[in-house]
């Protein structure tokens, strides 16, 4: 059974940084081909992908974080990381890790994830 829970989220003022954490479980995700990903959702806005990982180590970002947010995983995958720096109030909102099973070469954000973390809130002040 695959499971990822979310931690890391909090409050810090603008210009700050914060790291979430997803911890993985289940082996259809550590052993085989996966896509990693996260996705947030902002006040009144819909739900939008910001970063991806394939098994490989290559990213891929959306505009809106690229220059400010890394994503990372460990090579067993049975992490994943966001480390956000130089944070802005408009980055307010639900952070939400993301995995998928399927081939794990190409990792578009547009790409269907069926595992989910629950969410980890991240408020930032000016």
């Known amino acids: 059974q695959v499971q990822l829970v979310e931690s890391g989220g909090g409050s810090v003022q603008a210009g700050g940084g914060l790291r979430l954490s997803c911890s993985v479980s289940?082996?259809?995700?550590?052993?085989?081909?996966?896509?990693m990903a996260w996705f947030r959702q902002l006040p009144g806005k819909t739900r939008e992908g910001i970063a991806s990982i394939n098994r490989h180590g290559g990213t891929i970002y959306a505009a809106s974080v690229n220059g400010r947010f890394t994503i990372s995983s460990t090579n067993a995958g049975d992490a994943l990381y966001l480390q956000m720096n130089n944070l802005r109030p408009e980055d307010t909102g639900m952070y939400y890790c993301a995995a998928d099973t399927g081939p794990g070469f190409y990792c578009p954000l547009s790409r269907p994830f069926n595992y989910w973390g629950q969410g980890s809130q991240v408020t930032v002040s000016s």
């Open positions: 289940g082996v259809a995700i550590t052993l085989g081909s996966r896509c």
